[in-house]
T-cell receptor
């Protein structure tokens, strides 16, 4: 069965520091992987997604993620954190038929 | 325009009330979804409509009744809810009929409180 695990329910960084949010997946077939962001009291917004092809995926707001099959990982990074990046981040895998399975989420805090 | 709209933004209802949540998209998407999200938890899929037909029901209690009147509109009818049903209800849509790997676009949600 496909699943995703996000390591760290809460990550805190200083403004301008590197952001690294971890996601590992479990899948018997090449997965479709997503990162979504959720700001307080809002819906989910797609940051980026991996389908096939290039393993380094660039998304919105300066975020990118690298698909590493050997490590079954799809970690999200941003070189320099901004205060506006504070939010909940969800990694998700597509199960087909419209089903998305989300990780438990990582809350990112950004300190001034 | 990748916008999914939901009304109302907030809803307070008693356990004997009947209310409805509404979701609308004008992107020509053929799949629409209802999710339930409790605080500090990921969204949980409730229903999927593909080409206006219910394709997935994730064993949701019958007090939740979905309806898809047309390809742009999705309703969730609520009746005799319990306090534990209080949550953020998210609607989403995707372009095709729920194909593997499709991007789902989410609305802002309706925050429901059941007293």
């Amino acid at each position: 069965a496909q699943s995703v695990t996000q390591l760290g329910s809460h990550v805190s960084v200083s403004e301008g520091a590197l952001v690294l949010l971890r996601c590992n997946y479990s899948s018997s077939v090449p997965p479709y992987l997503f990162w979504y962001v959720q700001y307080p009291n809002q819906g989910l917004q797609l940051l980026l997604k991996y389908t096939t092809g290039a393993t380094l995926v660039k998304g919105i707001n300066g975020f990118e993620a690298e698909f590493k099959k050997s490590e079954t990982s799809f970690h999200l990074t941003k070189p320099s954190a901004h205060m506006s990046d504070a939010a909940e981040y969800f990694c998700a895998v597509s199960l087909g038929g419209g089903k998305l399975i989300f990780g438990q989420g990582t809350e990112l805090s950004v300190k001034p | 325009d990748t916008e999914v709209t939901q009304t109302p933004k907030h809803l307070v209802m008693g356990m004997t009330n009947k209310k409805s949540l509404k979701c609308e998209q004008h992107m020509g998407h053929r799949a629409m979804y209802w999710y339930k999200q409790k605080a500090k938890k990921p969204p949980e899929l409730m229903f999927v409509y593909s080409y206006e037909k219910l394709s997935i029901n994730e064993s949701v209690p019958s007090r939740f009744s979905p309806e898809c009147p047309n390809s742009s509109l999705l309703n969730l009818h609520l009746h005799a809810l319990q306090p534990e049903d209080s949550a953020l209800y998210l609607c989403a849509s995707s372009q095709e009929g729920g194909l593997d790997g499709e991007t789902q676009y989410f609305g802002p949600g309706t925050r429901l409180l059941v007293l």
